[in-house]
Nanobody, 118 residues
Framework: QVQLVESGGGLVQAGDSLRLSCTAS????????MGWFRQAPGKEREFVGA????????YYADSVKGRFTISRDNAKNQLFLQMNSLKPEDTAVYYC???????????WGQGTQVTVSS
């Protein structure tokens, strides 16, 4: 089992930056692919980005490419999402997840709210 806790969300203005963190416990995240997802009010959860177990490979949704960056620190059991040039449409609850592959995530955090005002 892996327990995931997100932090770093908040209320910001358009154009601002935020850095989300996801801290894992229970097991090392070094064996897992890690991802970020988000869910806006009234919408389905959507993929934001993912990073492989060593941190050498990552990919992103088109909507965030060039603005968001995922990184990980396996020694500290943490995952990060650096979000720059935030837009109101980035407003959502952001979730981190751990999985056996980029396509399969077994463990999820409870989410952190990000609100971007215009």
């Amino acid at each position: 089992q892996v327990q995931l806790v997100e932090s770093g969300g908040g209320l910001v203005q358009a154009g601002d930056s935020l850095r989300l963190s996801c801290t894992a416990s229970g097991r090392s995240i070094s064996d897992w692919a890690m991802g970020w997802f988000r869910q806006a009010p009234g919408k389905e959860r959507e993929f934001v980005g993912a990073i492989n177990w060593m941190g050498h490979s990552s990919y992103y949704a088109d909507s965030v490419k060039g603005r968001f960056t995922i990184s990980r620190d396996n020694a500290k059991n943490q995952l990060f999402l650096q979000m720059n040039s935030l837009k109101p449409e980035d407003t959502a609850v952001y979730y981190c997840a751990a999985g056996s592959s980029f396509q399969s995530y077994e463990f999820w955090g409870q989410g952190t709210q990000v609100t971007v005002s215009s």
